[in-house]
C-alpha cells in the first residue's frame, strides 16, 4: 500500500517541474524503478491515473525502466550485477553486500507540451 503515498509524493514532483516550465499538459513520465525497490508499478499506475484527474497530468503515460541490483564482495573488491535470486559473488561464491544501486525510485524524465 506504500504505492499510494509513494504515487502522491511522484505526481507532486511532475506538477512543480511542469509548473516551473509553464507546461500546459504532461504526457509522459519515465520513472526509474529498481528491482528491490518494492514497488508495484501496476499498482502505482492505477493510483496515477486515480489521483492525477483534474490536473494537467491527467492522462499521462508512465514509462517504467527497470535497474537491475549491484552487489559489492567484500572478498573480491569488485561490484557485481545481482543474479535472479542470488547475492552470491559471481567469482568467489560468497554473499555479496547490497548497494544503492537497485533501491531507487527516480522520476528520470518528463515530457510536457
Keep these: 500500500m506504500h504505492e499510494f503515498a509513494l504515487t502522491e509524493k511522484i505526481l507532486?514532483?511532475?506538477l512543480s517541474e511542469a509548473e516551473a516550465h509553464q507546461a500546459r499538459r504532461v504526457q509522459k513520465i519515465r520513472l526509474l524503478l529498481g528491482e528491490l525497490s518494492g514497488v508495484v508499478s501496476d499498482s502505482l499506475a492505477m493510483y496515477f491515473n486515480l489521483i492525477a484527474k483534474g490536473t494537467i497530468a491527467e492522462g499521462?503515460?508512465?514509462?517504467?525502466?527497470?535497474?537491475?541490483?549491484?552487489?559489492?564482495?567484500?572478498?573480491?573488491?569488485?561490484?557485481?550485477?545481482?543474479?535472479?535470486?542470488?547475492?552470491?559473488?559471481?567469482?568467489?561464491?560468497?554473499?555479496?553486500?547490497?548497494?544503492?544501486?537497485?533501491?531507487?525510485?527516480i522520476v528520470q524524465n518528463i515530457e510536457v507540451e
Excluded at 82 to 92: E, N, Q, W, Y
Design 12 to 14: 507532486k514532483i511532475v
Design 60 to 105: 499521462a503515460v508512465l514509462e517504467f525502466n527497470r535497474e537491475k541490483a549491484r552487489l559489492y564482495c567484500e572478498t573480491c573488491r569488485m561490484e557485481y550485477e545481482k543474479a535472479d535470486r542470488d547475492f552470491l559473488c559471481p567469482v568467489c561464491g560468497n554473499l555479496g553486500r547490497l548497494t544503492d544501486i537497485g533501491r531507487e525510485c
